[in-house]
């Protein structure tokens, strides 16, 4: 696709702005290139799906659409292998310890698409008693895919849209990840005391 | 026919020029050790990438067209990926199996993956029980897959070891009587004789009837030692979601995964070694000038061709039935393929002694 | 003698009311006695639904009734006063359906049902604070937040029991005992079409019970309907089953429309129909890849999708939407078909034989898959009706339960077409009468396209929808035949614009109660061709 035909450019051209920010090295970046090429060209994703939307998802592995041309050819059921976790439908209160339980099983490096309105506001049951009103309030999420269900296009757009974003990660440019982790639980005591 | 020890015979004295005895030993270990694995590890990329596009191909699908063309770097992607991914470390399991596992299954493979016959004169490991040798170190996978499973400390994985248990030790029976019938046919059990032995016409024509049922056990049984469809129980994906290795992530669950697709090639090359006559080339008696044609294609072609071919059967298999269930998979093997081998050890013994093969 | 006074005669004190079926109000210590007779003596065998009710001054249940050999109707009311502990008494040992549905009323109202053998919540989480369905349910979000703890308690349960005396004694036990090994399929699994949770416990690969735990995707439908204004609860529809979603909106448009008693003319009854035809046929088809790719044939799951893809089409150039159609509404259809769509479904009823044809050649015909279905999951034919199985599982087992020839609704009376009955009761008769129910699809649509064309323009929604529905005081029930069997509707107006109350009584539900009947004793893997072969679809079941 051209560049032109995305949405959202100047949104990655920030990324890459702050990355760049502070400089990389030519051959850290090269490296982090290949990884980031890595990463994003084989997102296995999670058979995760609750209703809907979880249709259109085995539509985008069937025949006509057939998501394995990107390289989110193999679909994983345990969590441990999948690299992204697409949450096809709806989140209720009673799944929403499950969702979380499998985010946490899964092995970094880990991306989270939310599909379909339901995750994003809670779509048509906005109000309920039991429905987790947007995805957000629970996980980092990647990138949002409007639509009820959205349909296998839309689904690929977004997920091409994560692969952009992904290619603008630093893996090994960045700044020390302890050291982060240091002077964000300096800021942050009550994390501290979470983490003991 | 090029003969490809004459390469590794100048290396040897090339080396020998300048080294003692002792280190040029250690220097070839090396090397062949570094060449192994380079071959084990882009083996086994395209391997993933054929069953991809087979499977697509039968499925009325494209398969992986994006990354590079015609999707040829996709495999790289995968392993990139798969290297740096994290690796879980899990509590209230049992560690040192847990890291231990993964490189049993591999080294169980690896070692198989050594005794095939690549070409005239390309064999790393040839001795006088090369076959035995080869059913032996295959079946060390086994112990990998119960381990995997039993140290996870899951039920899914504890229920996927103990079928796998079940599964491969039974099957090994069929592949072992299925080789022993060939092996009783050339009288031989080094590779290089057996492969030798085929320079007048592959076994599988040789034989005529009990190599034909052989190699149709062989196919079956094979199928179900390197546990894919129909017989892929221990990992069933919609039973167990990944079988014994459900709880392994990064690199240790990639191990799992190479070593599934080269077991194919080992299983493919071994039927091509014993059934379609190695890296042989298709001779027919009395047809020199055919057979000549035959010499100029180069035999390690012969060889990846044929156990191409042999792999391009099973997962036509694996892509078109639907998984058997345990119960009927141990049915299948004790009350059929079993008996059915052993019946075809005596007629092929039989062949034999009445002189009654091509 | 007619039914009233044969009823009138088992129980002298219930009162009657006429209505669309005969409603007998009953009181609830004469009831299970009453209901042993109606199921004995009467006939009645099938329990269809049961839904409670929140009358303000009572709170009660709905119980619709039917003969499965008359196709006689009959609903009863059973109501209590007590709002502090309800209690009425259960009927689930003479209609097994009563085991899920009863639990369904428990977890909604609070009504406790003596002598029922498993009073869990069904949906909501087991320490959810209130009863949702309740009018007087405090909605605070504070009392009952997100909660990303597990459920501790849920293997506990209890049983309220009543001896001679009328003394009541409640028993608390675990559903698992402490030597039971549990497996857990389920929420988050490859194989359970969504968030299903079975839990089964094995003896080695040998399932002794399996409890099934819904309600992962429970979304409160009916707690939002009673919020909504008649059109707008049309919307819901399409999310519960969304693989018949237009069949089940079309129920909901027949009940509104028979509360209203408004006409709807023919072009759209036509045009309605196509769509549930079209819909069933695209429901038998996932089912059919769904059931193979379960067991590990990939291959025919992608062949199956290639021509639920075409019938997307179909449906996207008329409506715009691939899943959820939103086509039918109150008294028609939304809009006129496309030119094309006679064309198109033609085309697609052309091909579609030859296609089945291709799916029987590589999975129907397969020795594995024949010895993996026939003979695994057998229920038979009491055990169906006692369940409330309807739709192929129902017809599989011998049962003729198909609404479109036991109550014909919209045009169904004048297409000529075969209810297709298996008397296996197991796996391979489930699939296999959804094979030939497409192909009788394929037949209705045949004579609906020639129906539709000599109906070429004439209207497709009636004219006099009125701009605010508001339904006159009352209830009605509405039953069709969705994909997965007998899909009702209950409505209840208070005379307003919105419903009182809306009960979807689905087909799944029924289904997931009957998985513990059909699995018990065979192996873990037959667990997961069992539940594909009842092909429940969990958002209709959890709605």
Same mark, same amino acid.
């Given at each position: 696709m051209k560049r032109d035909d995305w949405k959202d450019n100047e949104y990655i051209d920030q990324l890459v702005e702050e990355l760049n920010a502070s400089g990389a090295n030519v051959v850290v970046g090269t490296l982090d290139k290949l990884i980031n090429w890595g990463r994003a060209n084989s997102l296995w994703p999670l058979?995760?799906?609750?209703?809907?939307c979880a249709i259109e998802f085995m539509h985008l592995g069937?025949?006509?659409?057939?998501?394995?041309?990107?390289?989110?050819e193999v679909t994983r059921n345990s969590p441990r292998q999948?690299?992204?976790?697409?949450?096809?439908g709806t989140i209720t209160y009673r799944m929403a310890p499950v969702l979380m339980r499998l985010y946490e099983q899964m092995a970094e490096p880990k991306y989270v698409i939310a599909t379909g309105s339901c995750n994003i506001s809670?779509?048509?049951?906005?109000?309920?008693? =039991?429905?987790?009103?947007?995805l957000d309030k629970l996980l980092p999420v990647d990138v949002w895919i409007p639509g009820c269900p959205p349909r296998p296009e839309a689904m690929y757009y977004g997920m091409m849209q994560l692969q952009r974003k992904i290619m603008?990660?630093?893996?090994?440019?960045?700044?020390n990840r302890q050291e982060k982790l240091k002077d964000f639980l300096a800021e942050h005591p009550e994390e501290a005391e979470g983490l003991k | 026919m090029f003969d490809f020890s004459i390469v590794t015979g100048w290396l040897h004295n090339w080396l020998l020029g300048f080294m003692p005895e002792w280190l040029t030993t250690t220097v070839e270990c090396v090397l062949i050790g570094v060449l192994m694995i380079v071959a084990y590890a882009v083996l086994a990329m395209v391997y993933i990438f054929y069953e991809r596009k087979l499977c697509a191909w039968m499925q009325c699908r494209l398969g *992986?067209?994006?990354?590079?063309p015609w999707g040829l770097f996709q495999l790289f992607a995968d392993v990139f990926k798969m290297l740096i991914k994290e690796i879980i470390r899990l509590e209230n399991i049992d560690r040192f199996l847990f890291a231990l596992a993964p490189y049993l299954v591999i080294v169980a493979s690896m070692l198989t993956f @050594? =005794?095939?016959? $690549?070409?005239?004169? /390309?064999?790393?490991i040839d001795f006088n029980i090369g076959v035995f040798f080869m059913v032996a170190a295959s079946s060390i996978g086994v112990l990998g897959i119960l381990l995997a499973g039993w140290s996870s400390n899951n039920k899914y994985t504890l229920i996927g070891a103990m079928r796998s248990g079940a599964q491969m030790v039974s099957y090994e029976l069929s592949v072992g009587l299925s080789i022993l019938t060939i092996v009783v046919l050339a009288g031989t059990m080094s590779i290089t004789e057996l492969v030798e032995a085929q320079?007048?016409?592959?076994f599988l024509f040789k034989g005529h009837i009990p190599a034909f049922i052989a190699f149709v056990i062989y196919l079956i049984a094979a199928n179900a030692e390197t546990n894919r469809?129909?017989?892929?129980m221990p990992e069933a994906e919609h039973e167990?979601? @990944?079988?014994?290795?459900?709880e392994y992530s990064g690199m240790h669950f990639g191990f799992f995964y190479l070593a599934e697709y080269l077991n194919l090639f080992i299983v493919s090359g071994i039927a091509s070694l014993l059934? /379609?006559?190695? $890296?042989?080339?298709l001779h027919v008696p009395g047809w020199d000038g055919f057979n000549a044609v035959m010499d100029y294609i180069p035999s390690i072609v012969w060889f990846i061709g044929k156990a191409l071919f042999v792999t391009f059967l099973l997962m036509w298999f694996r892509w078109s039935y639907p998984r058997v269930r345990i119960d009927q998979m141990l049915k299948l093997e004790w009350k059929y393929l079993m008996p059915i081998g052993l019946f075809n050890l005596i007629l092929m013994t039989l062949v034999v002694m009445y002189d009654l093969h091509f | 003698m007619n039914l009233q006074e044969k009823i009138a005669s088992l129980c002298p004190s219930a009162t009657f009311e006429e209505g669309e079926y005969l409603l007998v109000n009953v009181a609830d210590k004469e009831w299970h006695s009453l209901a042993e007779s109606l199921k004995k #003596?009467?006939?009645?065998?099938?329990?269809?639904s049961v839904t409670g009710v929140d009358w303000n001054e009572s709170l009660g249940c709905m119980y619709y009734l039917t003969?499965?050999?008359?196709?006689e109707k009959v609903s009863v009311k059973v109501a209590t006063t007590d709002r502090e502990n309800p209690m009425l008494h259960s009927v689930s040992d003479l209609?097994?359906? @009563?085991l899920i549905q009863e639990r369904e009323v428990y977890d909604f109202f609070g009504i406790v049902f003596i002598g029922h053998p498993d009073m869990r919540r069904l949906?909501?989480?087991?320490? $959810?604070?209130?009863?949702? /369905?309740?009018?007087?349910?405090?909605?605070?979000p504070e009392l009952n937040p997100?909660?990303?703890?597990? #459920? #501790?308690?849920?293997?506990d349960s209890f049983v309220v029991t009543e001896d001679e005396n009328g003394k009541l004694t409640k028993t608390d036990y675990k559903i698992?005992?402490?030597n039971d090994y549990v497996v857990n399929f389920g929420p988050?699994?490859?194989?359970?079409?969504?968030v299903m949770r079975l839990r089964s416990a094995v003896d080695g690969e040998t399932i002794t019970k399996v409890v099934p735990v819904c309600?992962?995707?429970?979304?409160g439908i009916e707690k939002l309907c009673e919020g909504k204004t008649y059109p707008q609860t049309l919307f819901f529809t399409d999310r519960m089953d969304y693989m018949s979603s237009c069949q089940n909106r079309h129920c909901l448009c027949l009940c509104i429309e028979k509360a209203l008693g408004l006409e709807v003319p023919r072009r759209a009854q036509i045009i309605r129909v196509m769509f549930d035809e079209l819909m069933r046929i695209g429901s038998h088809i996932l089912a059919y890849g769904c059931m193979a790719m379960d067991m590990g044939a990939t291959t025919a799951f992608v062949y199956g999708f290639r021509e639920r893809e075409q019938l997307m089409d179909i449906f996207e150039k008329t409506?715009?939407?691939?899943?959820?159609?939103?086509?039918?509404?109150?008294?028609?259809?939304a809009a006129d078909v496309h030119p094309d769509f006679i064309k198109d479904v033609r085309e697609f009823c052309a091909i579609l034989p030859s296609k089945v044809k291709e799916y029987h050649t590589l999975v129907t015909g397969n020795v594995i898959f024949k010895n993996r279905t026939i003979g695994v999951g057998v229920i038979g034919k009491e055990d169906v009706i006692s369940y409330g199985t309807s739709g192929p599982n129902g017809r599989a087992s011998? $049962?003729?339960?198909?609404v479109r020839k036991r109550a014909p609704y919209a045009?169904?009376?004048e297409l000529n077409f075969d209810e297709v009955i298996y008397n296996e009761g197991d796996s391979f008769a489930r699939y296999m009468v959804r094979m030939d129910e497409v192909m009788q699809s394929v037949k209705l649509l045949e004579q609906l396209c020639d129906m539709l064309e000599k109906e070429e323009?004439?209207?497709?929604?009636? *004219?006099?929808?009125?701009?605010i529905i508001k339904l006159p005081a009352g209830h009605w029930f509405q039953e069709v035949e969705a994909s997965r069997g007998a899909f009702g509707v209950y409505i209840e107006s208070?005379?307003?614009?919105?419903?009182y109350r809306m009960h979807f009584n689905s087909p799944g539900l029924n289904h997931v109660a009957a998985v513990d009947k059909c699995c018990a004793g065979y192996k873990i893997a037959d667990l997961i061709t069992i539940s594909a072969s009842l092909d429940y679809v969990i958002p209709d079941i959890d709605r």
């Open positions: 058979c995760f799906g609750t209703s809907c069937a025949a006509r659409h057939d998501m394995a041309r990107f390289g989110f999948a690299d992204l976790l697409m949450v096809n809670g779509g048509p049951f906005i109000g309920s008693h =039991c429905v987790v009103q947007g603008t990660q630093k893996y090994f440019g960045g700044v | *992986p067209t994006r990354v590079g @050594a =005794c095939l016959p $690549w070409g005239n004169g /390309l064999q790393i320079s007048d016409g592959w469809g129909p017989f892929d167990l979601t @990944a079988g014994y290795h459900t059934f /379609l006559g190695g $890296w042989m080339p | #003596e009467l006939g009645f065998d099938y329990l269809v003969n499965t050999e008359t196709n209609w097994k359906v @009563a949906f909501m989480r087991t320490d $959810w604070v209130g009863y949702p /369905l309740r009018k007087d349910y405090d909605a605070n997100i909660r990303l703890d597990a #459920e #501790e308690n849920e293997d698992f005992s402490e988050q699994h490859p194989s359970t079409h969504g309600g992962y995707i429970h979304r409506t715009g939407g691939r899943m959820s159609q939103h086509y039918h509404v109150i008294g028609g259809v011998g $049962w003729s339960c198909d045009i169904y009376n323009g004439n209207e497709y929604i009636a *004219p006099k929808v009125p701009k208070d005379g307003g614009k919105n419903p």
